[in-house]
């Protein structure tokens, strides 16, 4: 008799749950009942959660064209695993970003010259898929964006936030598509007097999507009149339930340069760094937005740091080290630092000789199908996969079947 | 806890009749009786049995009680290898040590076969000792990662009930996870 033949289908889940998608992907084939385990959105779910969290960030050469994908694994060895993007969605782009990456999906930004693309990427699977932006939606040019998970509903979504600001107020309108359905549909904008959108790339955190705005205040110093003061605040979007909102008060800093804060993601929560670059103290400060979104706290100050001007906080490796980006101006290109708060050391990545956009995203490896629920292919492949039922519906149909013999009798 | 220099082996298989014997537990209230299965009775000390939840609660809900606890899912032979587990588990309860445990962990699982890992993990479902079960579902993990489908079925006793048109068809849409597996 076979080793396992006498364990119980949860216990084989149990062990399935901590594969690599490539092993999963392989034991698909082993019989119908692992089948159905293994393309089960429950299962896929779980299996997330269990892989280790590395971060990516999009590359590209200096002289262009050759966009990419740099990853920094959880481990942090320091080195930098480097893959292409899927060529055919990348055909003829003159620009591309990264939107948001959730659950082992990277939801990509293509610039071509005539029109904008997104396209939806599994890294682990391979697949991916174009996301058509529909015509009669008008002509969106997205200055901010976002893409993830919304557990509230169990979907994924992309935001698009066009912004036709006028006279220094801020105008935006947005789009949303919605995996689950494939469709996209407009939603209400927003409008906040005098301010505008920070420069940075926007985040989205348990199906919550924020980014940064700040408004331009007269910054007199002894009589004399400076540069205007920038008070930042934070615009934020519901995903579950479509509507925008602010965080006006409570931020911990109040008179930032933008060009040093940035917002990430940290164990689930919001979390905002930022670098001070003042005359003495080179220090980055690390704060979290509490769960009721009513209180910030500082989780850490980073310091000593290295006395460079354009230090900048990318994100988290694995809720653990902070990934620091510097420009260097001597050699032209950035060299990425992982500091890890808790020894207040920092070790240098290997260098990246390609152009690093001041993104980094968290990475899962999944089984998520880039496809909406209706279209996936294993339910193609096999119409007689209903068969496969959880034992409790078997349960109850075979009682039903029993009552209707009964009823015969 | 008695020194273990003064009683080396803690787990003494009794393989006498499995009723009466009520007056050797009286002789140290640090020990307690475990019957499996397969009839044979365990003496295991009261602090290793109290990592099996399912025993704990049992002295719970009974807390007076001496007699032998049934363990009616749990067969002799993967039993003594739990037990072997939780011995070495209480030594880091009270000198927790993360680096040690996965070693002696690591070294649990090395020299067992296949099939004493598989055998172990409903055992310690049973007793729900969630620290081995995820020991357990790692080690089984790990020794089928890079495996065939057909190690895979051998190795949990799994019928192919694909037919060869449907099976072609899953190697093909993913055929580049059929690449580089260990030989068999």
Redesign the interface.
Known sequence: ????????ED??R???????V??L???????????ALITSSNFILAHCKHRPKHSIMLTNTWFGENYGISMIEADATGKLDHRNLPSSPMNNAVNCRGIGSSNGLLCVYVKKTHNVDYFLWNLA??KHRLLLFPPALGNYTPRTFGFGFVPEINDYKLLIVDDASFEGHLNLRAVVYTLSTDSWKEVEGVTVSRSYLGPRISVVVQGIWYDLIFREEENIVQGTSREPRKVPSILRFDMANDVFSKIEDGLPYDNACGRNMNLMEYKELLAMGVYRDEVTTFELEIWTLMKNENCWTKLFLCRPLPKIMTMMPLGFLNDKEIILSDYSTELFYDILQLYDPSTQKSSVVSTCEEFIYFETHNYVESLVSVDAPGRQ?VCR??PDMERIKPSILREQEKRKRKAGIDAFK | MSSSAENPTLTTEITKPSTEIATETAQSAKKINLKTSDDQIFEVEESVAMEFATVKSFFEDAPSSTDTVPLPNVPAKPFSQVIEFCKEQIKFKANPDETEKKKSNSEFVKEK???D???M??VA?YLEIKDL?DVL??A??DR???R??EY???????????TSE??A???E??A???ED?DED
């Open positions: 008799m076979a080793a396992g033949s006498c364990l119980p216990m084989i149990e062990t399935l749950l901590r594969l690599p490539q092993s992907l392989r034991f698909q084939a082993v019989c119908k009942r692992w089948l699977t391979g292919a492949c096999f | 076969t296949n099939e890992l598989v055998e993990i409903p479902n079960l579902n790692q089984v993990a089928i990662q890079n065939s489908v895979v079925r051998s190795f949990f006793g799994i019928d192919n009930d694909f449907e099976e068809l899953l190697r849409e993913h580049w996870a059929f597996v």
